[in-house]
């Protein structure tokens, strides 16, 4: 440590100014920020698909709570908010920041207004996002959070995560922080909401889970975080290893429709991730089950060989960056959704495709790492078919223990 009498000798001395000023820099902690949460944005689609939004018209002079379990913990934390598929401005009049302690209520005492640039509220411009300033805060790995937006005008909620598995809350009025909600609506899907990032300087990594409805943990148990990426944050948080859910239900590889193509927002779900050092994709099934279904009666069936071209594409973008890259095989799917208005899901011609996708992931070694999902949930007397024990009841969703095997099968030699 530099003495007292030195800088008492060459108090005025340029030298020594500079000298304590490269000292102080030294022992002052650099931020580094990296995601803890996220759930991609999705543009609202209109009456003529087959699922319904589950999306009031607008808002508007109402609060919306929504609620998330954060992967690691910090002492520092803030939000991301966006509007990519707004087509105009969208004003938030108040947000705030607190400790869930379930059923729609905060944790009392734990509440803090999030500002925008020293302001209280903020207007996020057409296809932006914003983060809101540093809350300084003491979160624990795991933590649920909920988060508070006052939208105080007519506000439609064009840029929403559609399958949330998680409540929130909808309230008239600014009401922004308190503990308990006066008289609220509850809603499944998510709004605006797209990121929660922490100050982690112990953080060795951050794991994007990128997929479909698999990934999004369509079927599993609502309000319990039972995703495979849920369990696999449990499983690394310790580990001081971030894991965040880029999955959209209803996501493709090659074309739009719940959500962007897997090539059209990749740089922004997953490369642009703070703290970004690899992602497990698990994607494709919707591009070969979907066409000559009631989701897409005229789309003609997908060849093999297109989804391989996309999941070269995704590879080489990852590795220019510095990413890694973990291939995921295609679960089974044999009687998909038979029992709900959506036939003719699963073929056998469709069946075939999703091999010679599978043999290619296992075997080309294009990607880093290969986890195979496929062979983990098939039932090993009828392979095309998913393990009774994993199974939802669909036959293309697992259930809580299926995605819990999914998680454990994920070795962390692969991700770093």
């Known amino acids: ?26 022992h002052v902690r650099a931020e580094h920020w990296v995601s803890s949460w996220s759930a991609s944005p999705q543009p609202l689609w209109d009456g003529n698909f087959t699922l319904d939004t589950r999306l009031p018209f607008h808002f508007w ?38 400790l869930y302690a379930g059923e729609g209520q905060l944790a009392a005492g734990t509440a803090k207004t999030l500002t925008f640039a020293g302001e209280p509220s903020v207007t996020v411009p057409v296809g932006a996002s914003v983060l809101s300033d540093p809350l300084k805060t003491s979160l624990a790995d795991l933590s649920e959070v909920a988060v508070d937006i006052y939208l105080p005008q007519p506000t439609a909620p064009a840029t929403f995560h559609w399958d949330g598995l998680q409540n929130a809350y909808i309230a008239s009025g600014n009401q922004t922080g308190a503990v308990t909600l006066q008289t609220p609506d ?14 982690s300087p112990t953080t ?19 309000n319990a975080n039972h995703r495979w990426p849920d369990y696999l944050a449990a499983q690394l948080a310790d580990k001081d ?34 703290g970004v050092s690899s992602v497990i994709v698990l994607m494709g099934i919707n591009d070969i089950g979907w066409p000559g279904s009631e989701h897409a009666p005229q789309l003609p ?24 890259i973990i291939g995921a095989t295609l679960t089974p799917f044999k009687g998909a959704l038979d029992e709900t208005p959506v036939h003719h899901y699963y073929t056998e011609d469709k069946e075939k495709v999703r091999q010679t996708v599978n043999n290619w992931i296992r075997n080309s070694g294009a990607f880093d790492e290969v986890v195979d999902f496929d062979k983990l949930t098939r039932d090993p007397k009828q392979p095309s078919r998913m393990r009774k024990e994993y199974d939802s009841g669909d036959h293309l969703h697992p259930n809580d223990a299926g995605y819990k095997a999914m998680a454990e099968m994920v070795s962390l030699k692969g991700l770093i």
Not at 186 to 197: A, D
Not at 252 to 260: D, F, S
Not at 301 to 324: E, F, P
């Open 1 to 26: 440590m530099l003495n007292k009498c030195f800088f008492e000798r060459r108090r005025s001395s340029p030298f020594a100014i500079a000298l304590l000023m490269l000292f102080l820099a030294l």
């Open 61 to 98: 002079n109402q609060t919306v709570r929504q609620v998330a379990r954060i992967s690691l913990g910090g002492d520092l934390a803030r939000i991301e908010i966006s509007n990519r598929y707004g087509n105009e401005p969208l004003l938030i009049g108040a947000a705030s920041f607190a």
């Open 186 to 199: 509850i809603m499944t899907p998510r709004v605006f909401l797209s990121g929660i990032l922490v100050d």
């Open 204 to 222: 060795k990594g951050v794991v994007v889970a990128y997929g479909d409805s698999i990934t999004d943990g369509n079927a599993s148990t609502s």
């Open 241 to 274: 290893i971030a894991v965040v859910n880029a999955g959209i239900s209803g996501a493709r590889l090659l074309l739009n429709v719940m959500g962007e193509n897997a090539l059209a927002r990749f740089q922004q779900d997953v490369l642009g991730q703070p």
């Open 301 to 324: 069936q997908v060849q093999a060989r297109d989804l391989i071209n996309a999941y070269q594409q995704l590879i080489a973008q990852a590795h220019v960056h510095g990413v890694r």
